[in-house]
């Protein structure tokens, strides 16, 4: 590891500006992540969490600055058909979980890999099942998605990501529309996945885990980032009065 | 006032009403199968905003969504015997005409039932959440192959209900096949009216057979529908 440690991180966005039409939603932001490392994005809704994470994995195009990705350059790409290898390393899970309801949860798994990168079915197969033991939803692969509780959803959503095999996986508030108490099943098995070393970007309102699974924060305001830096800083010692606001109202 | 049934017994009115039966019921399938086509084709060149080819789908669907069928059949039967395309008949080697009166009627079907399908499933597609579709995108496909593996199987289902109205008005609507001599049901019910005068007890039959026809289509789509439901998922 050490080796490697001035090598360019896995992720990095360099002044990334974004309108929707007259509106800016995000002006200048930069961030980077290490492989391996787990990063939290918090702030108040609509100041561009979920767009700095849509822009990462090029659901949303950008209007000026830089994403690197591993070796992609994300803004330069274009078509469809180059934005695969990059959605094959970078995976995401939404808040709403997204499956495809008329498919069963193997299938939800399976489908990807096969019709877009074009493995073999059976070997997809054996390594879906393996994962849906990783979430803990083993004897549910027949079940629909529908039939399913949201914390289980959400479970099958996460190995459907891991089904690509992905570098990274973006999580956008992927426990916000989840009961309370299957919110833990799910923090459970992210925290799992961010021990065994898989760079996972958070957006949570979930301060208590941010505080303790990030090796670093950013707290954004109005689609900038206001202030960085681990998790021990930024929730015992924030400096920006922005920050300082609004951890008094959601911890 | 009485009705009077018995010329039902006769063989020759049997055969007539039976192969009349046959003739609408073949016309509907063709005219369903040629509605889907022209419904799913549409329905995806605009949903899928295809350059050059949106103002035509939206022209052709305007202008044989509402306009009497009727009157496109015939304007199709005119204008194709007026171009008059014909085949050459592998045994005889004789010229036969390639747009028959029955190829008419399936195409006019196609056309008017279609141009009103390519809506409904266009309203199908766009019910599909976009979250779903973000789903698929996220994971590498693309707009073609969303469209192809989570919007259409999504979509068509939901589009099942009103559907199932477009094939009972193609059905209801293959009764004009008679007016191009094609000798549907309707056709039949006419040549024994002529012979037997008992045109009350004939419309009286004629209506009980499109009842029975319509409903075995109804019954036949809710078979589809429940094979095809997604368990747990809208009602
Ligand atoms: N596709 C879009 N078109 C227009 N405006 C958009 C679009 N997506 C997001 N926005 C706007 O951009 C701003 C930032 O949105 P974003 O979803 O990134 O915020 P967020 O920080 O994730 O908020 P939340 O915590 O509520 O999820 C919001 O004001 C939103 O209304
Ligand atoms: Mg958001």
Known sequence: MTDHQQSAPLIEMRDVHKSFGSTAVLKGVSLSVRDGG??????????????????????????????????????????????????????????????????????????????????????????????????????????????????????????????????????????????????????????????????????????????????????????????HGPPATIFQNPTDPRLKAFLDKVL | MTLDFSWLLDPLYQKWLL???????????????????????????????????????????????NTPPLVQLFFLYFMLSEIGLTLTDPVTGGRIPLFTGFTCVVLSLGLYNGAIAVEIIRSGLLAVPAQTVEGARSLGYSRLQTFRYVELPIGLRMSIPPMTSNIVSL????????????????????????????????????????????????????RIAAAFRIPGYGS
């Open chain 1, 38 to 227: 787990v990063v939290c994005i918090i702030g108040p809704s609509g100041s561009g969490k979920s767009t700095i994470l849509r822009c990462i994995n090029g659901l949303m195009t950008i209007d000026k600055g830089t994403i690197r990705v591993g070796s992609f350059a994300v803004e330069t790409l274009k078509s469809d058909k180059q934005l695969v290898p990059l959605r094959h390393q970078v995976a995401m899970v939404f808040q709403q979980y997204n499956l495809f309801p008329h498919r069963t949860v193997l299938q939800n798994l399976t489908m990807a890999p096969v019709q877009v990168l074009g493995e073999n079915p059976a070997a997809v197969r054996e390594r879906a099942l393996a994962l849906l033991a990783k979430v803990r939803l083993t004897g549910k692969q027949h079940a629909y998605p529908g039939e399913l509780s949201g914390g289980q959803q959400q479970r099958v959503a996460i190995a459907r990501a891991l089904a690509m095999q992905p570098k990274v996986i973006l999580f956008d508030e992927v426990t916000a529309a989840l009961d309370p108490e299957m919110v833990s099943e799910v923090l459970n098995v992210i925290r799992d996945l961010a021990r065994e070393g898989m760079t996972c970007v958070l957006v949570t309102h979930e301060m208590r885990f941010a505080q303790e699974v990030a090796d670093e924060v950013f707290f954004t305001d109005r689609g900038v980032i206001v202030e």
């Open chain 2, 19 to 65: 192969r009349g039966i046959g003739t609408t019921m073949l016309l509907s399938l063709l005219g369903m199968v040629l509605m889907f086509v022209i419904g799913i084709a549409g329905a995806a060149l605009l949903h899928l905003k295809v350059r050059f080819l949106q103002s035509p789908v939206t022209i052709f669907v305007e202008l044989f969504r």
């Open chain 2, 171 to 222: 059905i209801k609507t293959s009764s004009q096949a008679v007016l191009v001599a094609v000798a549907d049901i309707m056709y039949g019910a006419t040549q024994i009216m002529l012979e037997t005068f008992r045109n009350l007890e004939v419309m009286l039959l004629i209506w009980v057979i499109y009842l029975a026809i319509a409903s075995l289509a109804v019954l036949v789509v809710r």
